[in-house]
């Protein structure tokens, strides 16, 4: 690579992209909290942002990708490409400790403090066990226990880490075949996933009365799980869109970061799932 090449930088022109996905993600919250409040047009805006944030996926992807096959990335470009994704994994990680410090707070400090002796007189009766809704909450209903769907969910992510990982051995080689068979699989893999945690929701509804309106257990334990689904459902989209780029023969063993970076987006995810398995279903 000469001099001139090194030292050059690819900076787009503006684009409006970043200002339609936020506009879907503000449709999106406003759905998600006129659905749980029952009032207005909750799912219908829910769908509407979530086909607006499908589709400046695709536009945006589309532009990238092109820009990428066009050769306008060398090596300085793909290292700030590298940084970004590591501090958006790092705010993911950020976003993901929120909640599982709320769980800590409610179990290690909060349902203590409500059973201690100071609290009796307000909350006779209430025991510092766990899982608990909270001394204030009277409906009867049933924990999540960690084996079925959860364990077999566990195994399937576990799974999907390992085909990824597979794939991403075929790039490295040049072996077209193994990296398309690896995609594939961790895709499917990620949609069984997603399949089943559908399943235990609607079991967790209207079988166990396990709901987010559930006290502290109920809102921790839907929070954490669903915005992993959440994750789970944009990581599986973002590798569909790899396999579909694959098979197309973009990717080189040379040049591949897009391939890396939902690489690592997806592991990170699984990483989230194992401390989700231990410490919501679990203990």
Partial sequence: MSTHEESYYYVPGPSAWPLVGSFALLLMAAGAVMV??????GMPTLLTGLAVLLYMMYGWFRKVVGESQAGEYNKRVDGSFRWGMGWFIFSEVMFFSAFFGALFYIRVISVPDLASVDNALIWPGFKNVWPSAG????????????????????????SSGATLTWAHWGLMKNQRTQLNIGLFLTVL????????????????????????STGGYGSTFFMLTGFHGFHVTLGAIMLAVILFRSLKGHFTPEHHFAFEAVAWYWHFVDVVWLFLFVVVYWL
């Fill in 189 to 212: 893999l990620g949609s069984v996933f997603l399949w089943f945690q559908v399943t235990e929701y609607s079991h967790a509804y209207h079988e166990m009365n396990l709901k987010l």
């Fill in 135 to 158: 001394p204030g909450f009277k409906d009867q209903w049933e924990a999540m226990l960690p084996w079925g769907i959860p364990a077999i969910n566990t195994l399937l992510l576990l």
């Fill in 36 to 41: 749980m409040n029952k009032v207005g047009p």
